[in-house]
Every structure is written in C-alpha cells, then in structure tokens.
C-alpha cells in the first residue's frame, strides 16, 4: 500500500522524519495541536517504549498501567530530551502523576502541563477552557520566540480539519466494508497522524483515500465488530480480531475515531473555535458531558456501523476505562448488543489466548 511503510517507519522512530528540537511530544488526544502547529512545532504523541521496562520501576508503582510506564521508560532512556517541550494534558492520576515524575526527573524538553476541565457541559467551564488555551499559547510562543498570528493558528485550523475530513472518509469506507487496508493498517495510518510532520502527512494521506477510493472492494461478509476503549497501540490485537473472523466496523478510542470526529470551527475567532471543539468532541471516561452521555454516544456509533458486537479494550490498572465498563456493557445490554471486554497490557499475553476469546465470541455472535 502507498506510504504505509513510511507511515509505519515513523511510528517506530518519529526522530528519524521529525527532529527533536522541533518537536512538542503530549500524552493525550486532548492536546489543541493547532496551538503547537501554528508556533512551527511538531505535535508526537509519546507511545513509550514496549515490553518490560529495568528505569520507570524505580519511579512508578506496579499498578500504573503499561501505557505510562512506557512513556517514563522512554524519557529515562534518553530518548526525549532533545524536544522542545512536552505537554500533559490533564487526564487520569496516573498521567497527573507522570507528569510529577516527569518535572523532577527527566533533563531536557521544556514542561508544561495543560489542566483542562473535567465537567465540559456547562458555560463557566468554556471561560475556564479559554483562559488555559490562552495561557498554553502564550507559553508555546514563549518558547518558540515568535508571536502566534490569527492567521497562523487559522492556517493550522485548515490543516487539522483537512487531515480530519480525509481520516473520516477513510472510515466511512471500513464501515461500508469496503476499504483494502488491514485492521492493523488502518491504525498505522491514524497513529501516523499523531506523529509525523503533518504538512508531509496529508500530503501521503490525500495520495491514499484517492488510491483507496480507486481501489475499493468488497471484503467477505464476516460479524460485525465495534471497538472501544482508550488508547491501543498494539497492533497483535487487530490480528488477532482478524484471525479470529470478524471484521472491525468502528471504533471509539482516543487513538481511533475520537482524535479525528470532530472538525474545528472555522467561521468564529480561532482560539474560541479551539475551545468550542473541546467541548464538542465525543469523551473519554475521564472527561464528562453528561450522565449518559458517553454511552448513548457509543451506542449509537454501535447502531450506525450496523455492529453485532462490541470490543472492549482496557488496558491494566486504567481505572477511569475499568470504573466505566460496568454501565457500558448495561448500556449495551439493554440494547441487545454483546459484550467482549479484553484487558491489555505491555507486553501482550499470548496471542494465541487473545484470538480464543475472540474466536468464542464471534461464534457467540453467529449462533445468535
């Protein structure tokens, strides 16, 4: 396929297309790249090291999960220090904590931390969201030496939101079951997005929906899944839904569809449009819009994908995902749509005991 191996090069070692002291590495999807964008940054989004790590131990508790702990394993390795700054945006303890670690340990990428609302559904939150990207955008153009224009956050506006229609179309044509990229290729393509240069990034993602829509086809009809959850970015559990017979319509995970749904205004100022689509923007457990808001959300992504199942994929000691899970799989229940929860973890377990469940589960779909 056209540029994924590219695209998979620079998820394995985004120094080697990004350099570092142009780089602003963030943790979390809630990160307004624009405001980096339009400083002359890179926004990378840190994935951390995989497998078990010998540094982040003597930092961080057994029960955070493998996610965090790869990060910090990264940066004590060395393997940041040469960016420009690192952002985190306030989200679960765990990262607030990373974020402790991170300020009295790790030498070298400048340090801010962007402490966003918890409760998104209300005016005074709006002020407060306001206030903090004002404050994050004046420290971003501190650090670069150069004012940020209306113009140039207009123009890194333009550019997410094209990046952002072209990955919506892309899984229009999985959910239409017609797209010729893998379940793990269609990921590498998203996760690329989160750290490559993103002018030469929608340069290769326009040349790939045209190549796509020129080569759709029909797949073999195989059960329907949904996948939700928080960020994954193990791509052996794709194989293994794929190995196992179904097919992956849809997805709710701040490394899927909730870092592309939602466009950014462009018809008001762009630091209010900034804030508007924060607030706008489909949640994850650790934000709030509402009792059921979230839930009713998934559940009518479940419907339009015409999904049979639905995936749950959380990681070890994610608290918010796990605390969630419970009224998710009622929610879903009472709708007639079954539930697979799988918990994950740096290093995977077996492969082969990931593809079993799936394999039960998908022939649990069938018989029904």
Same mark, same amino acid.
Request: glycine share 6%.
């Given at each position: 396929m056209i540029h994924l191996k590219?695209?998979?090069?620079?998820?394995?070692? *985004?120094?080697?297309?990004?350099?570092?002291?142009?780089?602003?590495?963030?943790?979390?999807?809630?990160?307004?790249?624009?405001?980096?964008?339009?400083?002359?940054? /890179? *926004?990378?989004?840190?994935?951390?090291?995989?497998?078990?790590g010998t540094k982040a131990p003597s930092h961080l508790q057994t029960y955070a999960c493998s996610l965090v702990r790869g990060i910090l394993e990264e940066a004590l390795s060395g393997r940041t220090e040469k960016m420009a700054a690192v952002v985190f945006p306030d989200a679960c &303890? /765990?990262?607030?904590?990373?974020? &402790? $670690?991170?300020?009295?340990?790790?030498?070298?990428?400048?340090?801010?931390?962007?402490?966003?609302p918890v409760k998104l559904n209300t005016k005074s939150a709006e002020i407060y969201t306001a206030h903090i990207l004002k404050r994050f955008?004046?420290?971003?153009? @501190?650090?670069?030496?150069?004012?940020?224009?209306?113009? @140039?956050?207009?123009?890194?506006?333009?550019?997410?939101?094209?990046?952002?229609e072209i990955l919506a179309h892309i899984d229009h044509l999985r959910a239409r079951g017609v797209l010729g990229l893998s379940t793990r290729d269609y990921y590498t393509v998203l996760r690329a997005a989160m750290v490559m240069d993103r002018y030469e990034y929608v340069?290769?993602?326009?040349?790939?929906h045209d190549h796509l829509r020129e080569t759709e086809r029909e797949k073999p009809k195989k059960p329907r899944l949904?996948?939700?959850?928080?960020?994954?970015?193990?791509?052996? $559990?794709? &194989?293994?839904?794929?190995?196992?017979g179904g097919s992956v319509v849809g997805d709710d995970l701040c490394s899927g569809t909730r870092y592309f749904s939602t466009p950014c205004r462009t018809d008001i100022d762009p630091l209010k449009a900034l804030v508007k689509r924060i607030h706008a923007r489909p949640v994850c457990p650790a934000k709030h819009q509402g009792l059921m808001n979230?839930?009713?959300?998934?559940?009518?992504?479940?419907?339009?994908?015409?999904?049979?199942?639905?995936?749950?994929?959380?990681?070890?000691f994610c608290d918010p995902h796990a605390f969630d899970?419970?009224?998710?799989?009622?929610?879903?229940?009472?709708?007639?749509?079954?539930?697979?929860?799988?918990?994950?973890?740096?290093?995977?377990?077996?492969?082969?005991?990931?593809?079993?469940?799936?394999?039960?589960?998908?022939?649990?779909? &069938?018989?029904g």
């Open positions: 590219k695209m998979e090069k620079a998820i394995a070692s *985004p120094f080697d297309f990004v350099p570092e002291e142009r780089a602003v590495g963030y943790v979390c999807s809630y990160l307004p790249e624009e405001i980096v964008l339009a400083a002359g940054y /890179t *926004p990378v989004r840190l994935f951390g090291v995989g497998g078990d &303890d /765990t990262i607030r904590r990373l974020s &402790d $670690i991170w300020r009295m340990n790790i030498r070298g990428p400048h340090h801010l931390d962007l402490v966003l955008l004046d420290e971003i153009s @501190s650090l670069a030496g150069v004012p940020i224009s209306q113009n @140039s956050l207009k123009e890194a506006i333009a550019l997410m939101n094209e990046i952002r340069q290769m993602l326009r040349e790939m949904f996948i939700a959850g928080g960020m994954c970015k193990l791509p052996e $559990i794709f &194989d293994a839904i794929e190995e196992a979230r839930f009713d959300h998934i559940s009518r992504r479940v419907e339009e994908t015409h999904a049979q199942g639905v995936i749950i994929l959380v990681y070890k899970f419970p009224d998710l799989k009622k929610n879903l229940a009472q709708r007639g749509v079954p539930v697979l929860l799988l918990e994950i973890e740096d290093p995977l377990p077996s492969q082969g005991q990931i593809r079993t469940r799936c394999e039960a589960f998908i022939e649990m779909i &069938d018989k």
